[in-house]
């Protein structure tokens, strides 16, 4: 098998696999009465941690194919997106059912948008949240050749901006223990910091080629 | 006189109260994946209506989900990691503002202060509750004993400092030993428990053993566990998480549903068992007893 066969054929399925084992997980349990002692609680957190989780998967996807030279590897880079983006989807759900139905006040979307609205970490995550819808309606190859490749790219650079504003949602949230959301946020910078570079490279080596 | 006894339902038929429990956790929890998945509006009302008012809340949840920093941050880590902790020996001093200072072994406290039943609600700061069957006995009766002077003003408890017993204190996610504290007449209320135990039996470690406050009315952040000393004090002590975040944590902390924690709402709460959310009431419902402690005061800005 050439290199892209094995992407395709052995890679990616097992990256799909691994993207739905959060989901797969959380029915197993809900269905059988795992999920603890305060299941709306859960249901929360494991689906926000699934979409941070896969965003910054997703963010890597460019770097390790840098890195390891496998070309073929970017073809990971949109379904991974959109597994982040549908657990994102459920964890807004979660969240939105809590605050109206689960809270007794029936499907009141203005008491919704006040706690958005009013409560910062809330503000931070439902941004995030927005920012990735764009990306996910534009995720197909029609859409690619409609806004042209340069525009489409840097559309989806939007996705740095979410994954930041999700792990400050993160950090805001916890009430003391940071370790884990400012892990979160140390891999972000990380993966920012080389695309960075990997920019600033790829520039001074046109400029050299030019100069040459 | 021949009085009949109804022998129509041996014992063997009646249900093992650990099978009724998870049978009703079961029915109670399936509903969920519906609830989360379809809109939540289609379900019938009734199929997640409140049960009564205030069942205590199984035991399985009451020592499986705890905020106890000192063995982990997350809910069921206590639960995983409290098996370290030595309860006996142990001892409680009690000194300060008294005139009588004393340590107290924690069999004493056994002897000393015939435990008795109390169901109380407790009201997390996180916006979950539960109903939980205490063994104990009132603070005051300890601190009579102590004879608090004229200078005492406030209560001063302290959990134990021991990274070796205790792994969550290796990290500085709080400022370790843990401190809380109570204004005198607030430890004099006779609502106000020391704990032992819960459900007939001495407290699991993951709950404060061998011996942790109980202040119902309050956010439970200030029920301090696993307690070595009570000073009483002339000022008002510097306490945990009103040191680490005082915008977030007061000192007085009072169950308050018009007062928001900045990040949340308290206006409501999930009873742990059930999924709609409960209006959270003045005082977690103790206001009768406990309102005038505080008559006078702005409970907006001593939150």
């Known amino acids: ?212 | 006189m021949l009085i009949r006894h109804p022998d129509d339902m041996p014992a063997s038929a009646i249900t093992d109260e650990r099978v009724y429990e998870s049978r009703r956790r079961f029915l109670g929890r399936t509903g969920l994946a519906l609830a989360a998945t379809a809109a939540g509006s289609l379900l019938p009302r009734a199929a997640l209506g409140r049960g009564p008012q205030d069942e205590p809340t199984p035991l399985e949840d009451v020592i499986g989900y705890n905020n106890f920093y000192e063995f982990g941050t997350g809910k069921d880590d206590p639960a995983k990691h409290a098996h370290t902790l030595k309860t006996r020996p142990w001892t409680v001093t009690v000194d300060g503002e008294v005139h009588r200072p004393r340590t107290f072994d924690i069999d004493e406290l056994w002897r000393g202060f015939p435990p008795e039943e109390r169901v109380y609600r407790l009201r997390c700061v996180e916006a979950w509750s539960m109903v939980i069957p205490w063994l104990g006995f009132p603070v005051r009766d300890l601190l009579n004993a102590v004879e608090p002077t004229s200078q005492a003003k406030f209560v001063e408890f302290t959990t134990l400092l021991d990274p070796d017993q205790m792994p969550g204190q290796r990290r500085n996610v709080l400022p370790w030993p843990y401190v809380e504290g109570l204004r005198l007449d607030e430890a004099m209320h006779p609502l106000a428990l020391l704990a032992l135990g819960l459900y007939g039996k001495a407290l699991p470690n993951q709950n404060g053993a061998p011996v942790r406050l109980v202040v119902p009315w309050k956010y439970g952040f200030k029920s301090v566990k696993s307690i070595v000393r009570i000073r009483l004090v002339r000022e008002q002590p510097a306490t945990t998480w009103n040191a680490v975040a005082p915008r977030e944590y007061g000192f007085y902390a009072n169950v308050n549903p018009e007062v928001d924690h900045p990040r949340w709402s308290q206006a409501r709460e999930r009873r742990i068992g059930e999924l709609r959310r409960r209006e959270t009431l003045p005082f977690n419902g103790y206001a009768d007893q406990v309102a005038s402690l505080y008559r006078g005061m702005d409970l907006r800005r001593l939150y």
């Open chain 1, 1 to 212: 098998m050439t290199q892209g066969q094995v992407v395709r054929r052995i890679v990616k399925p097992a990256v799909f696999a691994g993207a739905l084992v959060p989901g797969a997980l959380l029915l197993i349990d809900t269905m059988a009465g795992r999920l603890g002692a305060n299941p709306v609680e859960e249901i929360t957190h494991r689906t926000g941690l699934a979409a941070l989780s896969l965003l910054v998967v997703t963010l890597a996807v460019t770097p390790a194919r840098d890195l390891s030279g496998v070309g073929a590897l970017a073809v990971l880079r949109r379904p991974l997106g959109l597994f982040a983006f549908w657990y994102a989807v459920l964890h807004l759900l979660t969240y939105v059912v809590d605050q109206t139905y689960l809270s007794g006040l029936g499907l009141s979307p203005a008491a919704v948008w006040e706690d958005i609205r009013t409560r910062p970490y809330i503000t931070l995550g439902f941004s995030a949240f927005l920012l990735l819808i764009p990306l996910a309606i534009t995720s197909t190859k029609g859409w690619i050749k409609r806004l042209g490749a340069a525009r489409w790219q840097r559309l989806h650079r939007l996705v740095y901006v979410a994954c930041a504003l999700a792990v400050l949602h993160f950090v805001w949230l916890v009430k003391a223990d940071l370790l884990l959301p400012v892990s979160f946020g140390v891999v972000v910078g990380a993966l920012l910091l080389y695309r960075l570079g990997a920019r600033r490279r790829r520039g001074s080596r046109r400029a050299a080629a030019a100069a040459g």
